[in-house]
């Protein structure tokens, strides 16, 4: 039995979302691990899949990493509303989180998330040109600069200020929604599947 088919409440699903959401990022092998994230650019829509790297409370804050000259950056500084997607295929289960999202790029979070990366990790975000640009095969590996630097590191940090959760059950589907207001989460109510 699927441990979703234990909900009885619209709080015990949101717990349920919150617990799967905050072991994926430790957890590699969690399908919440990497998820969807959506914005728009130019009132258009734009998804993307990235890893989950880190889950803070209060409320529910998801960190992801990024290189600063990407579209998906430019898209949330100029627009800060983001949706986040996440499928779990052995409980199907659907999260789907609003958020409101900011760039990091400085502060302790910052400096210490960069100093624990790996030298392979890092170099990810050293490239010469920006991300996107034609290089001209598959194969091919994009010019790096001369030194290394974090210039173009960012943390992009979402707080998530409403979310459903949809669970697809053999006992009946449970569809519960619910919203996060200074730091809590409040609202849970059932809503038909």
């Keep these: 039995m699927k441990p979703t088919e234990q909900i009885k409440s619209?709080?015990?699903?949101?717990?349920f979302a919150e617990r799967q959401v905050t072991r994926s990022a430790a957890d590699a092998k969690h399908p919440f691990r990497y998820p969807v994230l959506s914005t728009v650019t130019d009132k258009k829509p734009e998804?993307?899949?990235?890893?989950?790297?880190?889950?803070?409370?209060p409320g529910l804050t998801l960190w992801m990493y990024s290189d600063l000259r990407t579209g998906?950056?430019?898209?949330?500084?100029?627009?800060?509303?983001?949706?986040?997607?996440?499928?779990?295929?052995?409980?199907?289960m659907q999260l789907r989180a609003a958020c409101?999202?900011?760039?990091?790029?400085?502060g302790e979070l910052w400096e210490?998330?960069?100093e624990n990366m790996s030298e392979e990790r890092q170099a990810e975000y050293n490239t010469k040109h920006t991300p996107g640009t034609a290089i001209g095969s598959l194969h091919a590996q994009p010019e790096m600069r001369e030194?290394?630097?974090?210039?173009?590191?960012?943390?992009?940090?979402l707080e998530v200020y409403a979310a459903e959760a949809l669970m697809l059950r053999h006992s009946g589907h449970l569809r519960a929604?619910?919203?996060?207001?200074?730091?809590?989460?409040?609202s849970a109510l059932c809503l038909v599947p």
């Design 47 to 57: 998804s993307r899949i990235l890893v989950l790297r880190r889950v803070t409370s």
């Design 100 to 106: 409101q999202a900011s760039i990091v790029r400085a």
């Design 72 to 92: 998906k950056v430019r898209a949330l500084e100029r627009n800060p509303e983001a949706s986040v997607l996440f499928w779990h295929p052995k409980l199907s």
């Design 112 to 114: 210490e998330t960069w």
């Design 10 to 15: 619209a709080d015990e699903a949101a717990e």
């Design 177 to 186: 929604s619910w919203t996060y207001k200074d730091g809590k989460r409040s």
């Design 147 to 157: 030194e290394r630097t974090r210039e173009s590191f960012a943390l992009i940090r």
